[in-house]
């Protein structure tokens, strides 16, 4: 099966086709694997993105993406207070931070 994405860049729409896909288990639909969908859209932006609570020692948490996003942006959301983000590693699946006892943050990883 052949499956259509759409790749909109600098104001033009093209058609692109994925020739690697997956079935979509309890369904009979066929999804693109994400390495298919990343050789098409490349010089595309993906991210994802989430929040969290500080707990003062390391604690590991899914980036959502299957190799190192090209970037992290750790953004902390208590107003007004001191939050502290230190030892951050970022591998394959997920990143390593500590973050400053019940100090809430949001989180963006990007990818093109």
Known sequence: MVVKVLKYLNGTLTEQAACTTIANPGSDDVLPTEQ?????????????????????????????????????ELIPLDVGESTVFSSRTVDTTHFHITVSVGRNFAWVAEDW
Do not use: M, W
């Open 36 to 72: 298919a969908v990343r050789e098409l859209v490349s010089g595309i932006l993906l991210r994802h993105s989430g929040t969290s609570t500080g707990t003062g020692s390391d604690q590991v948490i899914s980036h959502g993406f299957t190799a190192v996003p090209k970037k992290l």
